[in-house]
């Protein structure tokens, strides 16, 4: 693959900055471009404020990128897919810089921004069948078949996480396509909508969903609203932290949210998350599964998704910790919400209601919290 030395990253194509590589090729080096600095927005507020600076990226964790700008890499997945892609190509994963790995995606990924200039390793290809992607998915990665990773990358629009998927139009909108994994129960699009349909009884905001062929779980893109890509930044990206290592705590997700939000009712939402996926055993809370949108500079929670049962987490415990508990009680939860605010009376009552609303999911750890 060509060398590049510098890429353009443009918002809706505009230029917001350049990208570049220190001169050993270890570091990612961005600045914002001049007029963006006039009237634009920070695209990471914490690692990026809107400054003229030049900035450097810190080794770790993400080999010397920015999280923001991994944030618009596939992982798990995709990677997966984009590997076996180089591979037959003579190209090894090691070898490529965060800014080749970037023009790859170009301006396909998820989210508003995009890096220029592009290169194109998959092909368009025509719109196949759910059950044929969802066969392909498992051939390829049993590694049964030695082709397809092709299609199936095209078709996952660099979608993170390590479940199988696809993007999906249809007159409703725009959305993602889950398919199982090969270590993924039969039922497990009817599960994600289960715990969707009882996370939103329970006052979580989620996307729009449905079940595709009453099996495979949908969920409308919230990148995307009347057609307009948006700006979204996972906590992961904001907070700088790789999920190959979650050191992510509620605390810290409460705090951040409060910050970039300026809205309590935010950090309630983000509070009743927690609440709903500790009691359902969604162990799966990394810091890539919370996101933030951007809309002309004002920052807002984005909708909850990838809610679903994961009683295994990391090593049987939670992802993301509730104050420094991988398996957390009642009163943990309730410090947290007490370090932002949130009063222990209304504490316990939103974790009794969410108990009582989620019942048929709640795991068998915390079913006397139906009676707090």
């Known amino acids: 693959m060509k060398s590049i030395n510098k890429l353009s990253v443009t918002y809706h194509n505009r230029p917001v900055g350049s990208l570049s590589m220190t001169p050993d090729n270890r570091l990612c080096v961005f600045q914002y471009d001049k007029e963006w600095l006039s009237d634009g ?25 920015f999280g923001i700008f991994e944030d618009s890499l596939p992982d798990g997945y995709g990677r997966y897919l984009l590997n076996r892609m180089l ?39 025509a719109p196949l069948e759910l059950d044929t992607l969802q066969q392909m998915a498992l051939d390829v990665l049993s590694e049964k078949v030695d082709n397809g990773e092709d299609i199936l990358y095209y078709n996952s629009g660099n979608s993170g996480g390590c479940c199988p998927k696809c993007l999906f139009q249809d007159a409703d909108g725009d959305w993602i396509v ?22 939103r009884q329970c006052g979580i905001t989620v996307p729009d969903f449905k079940l595709m062929d009453r099996k495979y ?34 605390r810290t997700l409460l705090h951040i949210t409060g910050y970039l939000t300026q809205d309590p009712k935010q950090v309630d939402e983000v509070f009743s998350r927690m609440v709903f996926n500790v009691l359902s055993d969604n162990k799966d809370d990394h810091a890539k599964n919370f996101s933030f949108v951007c809309r002309d500079g004002v920052w807002g929670l984005a909708p909850a998704y990838d809610l679903t049962l994961c009683s295994k987490g990391y090593n049987g415990e939670h992802a993301t910790t509730v104050n420094n508990h991988g398996n957390p009680s009642v009163e943990d939860m309730l410090i947290v919400g007490e370090s932002i605010r949130i009063p222990r009376e209304k504490g316990f009552a939103a974790i009794k209601n969410i108990a009582q609303k989620c019942a048929e999911i709640l795991s068998k750890d915390y079913l006397y919290c139906m009676n707090l």
């Open 41 to 65: 927005f920070s695209i990471s507020p914490l690692e990026l404020p809107l400054k003229s600076d030049l900035f450097i990226a810190k080794p770790e964790p993400f080999e010397g990128n």
């Open 87 to 125: 591979r037959k190509q003579g190209i090894g994963e090691i070898e490529l810089t965060p800014l080749q790995r970037l023009s790859i995606v170009g301006t396909s990924g998820m989210g508003a921004l995009c890096y220029l200039p592009e290169v194109h390793f998959d092909e368009e290809t």
């Open 178 to 199: 889950k398919f199982r994994h090969t270590y993924d129960p039969l039922n497990m699009g009817t599960m994600e909508y289960k715990y969707n349909e009882l996370a």
């Open 217 to 250: 779980f949908a969920s409308k893109r919230f990148d995307i609203e009347n057609g307009e890509r948006l700006h979204v930044a996972t906590a992961a990206a904001i907070l700088n932290e790789s999920i190959s290592y979650p050191a992510m705590d509620y």
